[in-house]
Structure formats: structure tokens, C-alpha cells
């Protein structure tokens, strides 16, 4: 069964005051995710963080140290449709945005659309996953249209 787009609660949240998002653009990108999901999505909360708060988060959870891109936790029961956290670090996604020349909504974006895809069970540790995954996050981009 797939999950319907308009059942899910998307909500964006940042801890960096005035950081320019792209929130729209970012749930518009979400939305076209949510059609990977094969169980009900009820809540889906993006947070937008420092630095400091990933790397703490990430050898929290993880065990690694450094910070990472993104994070996703899936805060679900067994058997109940699926609330999640999707944490973005934010300084991660401005180098990846200079990086790859892309506008820094697009790399917040899609940063959201690749949490989303973890919660969904997909995964990136082979190169055939990964692979797969960057052609889901550029659909999900395309999908949603230009960078608004």
C-alpha cells in the first residue's frame, strides 16, 4: 500500500534563525517522496540544524564522529503508520551546494527528499543503492518543479 501525500503532516523547523530553506520548495519535494513510501506516512518533521548539533547527534546515534549531511529517525510504533525526523545539517548543505553548483534550496531539498528515502527503506551503502537513490531525489527535485 502506498502512502497517500495528503495524509502525512510535513513540517519544517529550523534552529538557525533567518536560514533561507526553501520551505516550500522542500515540502513540494517531500510530497512527490512520499509516493516510495509502501505504509501510511501520518508525520514527517524536517530540522534544519548547526554543525555542532549534527556531529553531537551523529556519534550520538551513530557512533561517528564529525558531522553528516542528514539524518532519519523513524519515531513509529510497530504496526502504526510512520512518524519520522529528517535532521539537516545545514553547513553541510551550503559546502555540497558550492560543491555541486547548485542553489542551496535545491541541496537543502534534496538532502530532505534522501532522508525521506531512508525512512522509506531505502539505502545508499552499495554503489547500485546509491545510484538508485540519486535517480529517486532527482525525480522527487524534478517532480516539484523549478527552485521557488
Not at 118 to 131: P, Q, S
Amino acid at each position: 500500500m502506498k502512502a497517500a501525500a495528503f495524509e502525512a503532516k510535513l513540517r519544517v523547523h529550523s534552529q538557525i534563525p533567518h536560514a533561507r530553506i526553501g520551505r516550500r520548495y522542500l515540502l513540494e519535494c517531500a510530497r512527490h517522496a512520499l509516493h516510495h513510501f509502501r505504509r501510511p506516512v501520518s508525520s514527517i518533521d524536517f530540522i534544519v540544524i548547526t554543525t555542532r548539533e549534527m556531529a553531537q547527534m551523529h556519534r550520538r546515534y551513530l557512533r561517528l564522529a564529525g558531522p553528516t549531511d542528514v539524518m532519519a529517525f523513524d519515531l513509529s510504533e510497530n504496526g502504526t503508520p510512520l512518524e519520522g525526523e529528517v535532521y539537516i545539517c545545514l553547513d553541510q548543505a551550503r559546502s555540497q551546494a558550492t560543491y555541486y553548483r547548485v542553489p542551496l534550496v535545491s541541496e537543502v531539498a534534496r538532502l530532505a527528499v534522501h532522508g525521506l528515502l531512508h525512512l522509506a527503506g531505502e539505502e545508499d551503502k552499495t554503489d547500485a543503492g546509491r545510484a538508485r537513490m540519486r535517480r529517486l531525489e532527482d525525480r522527487a527535485l524534478r517532480k516539484a518543479g523549478r527552485v521557488k
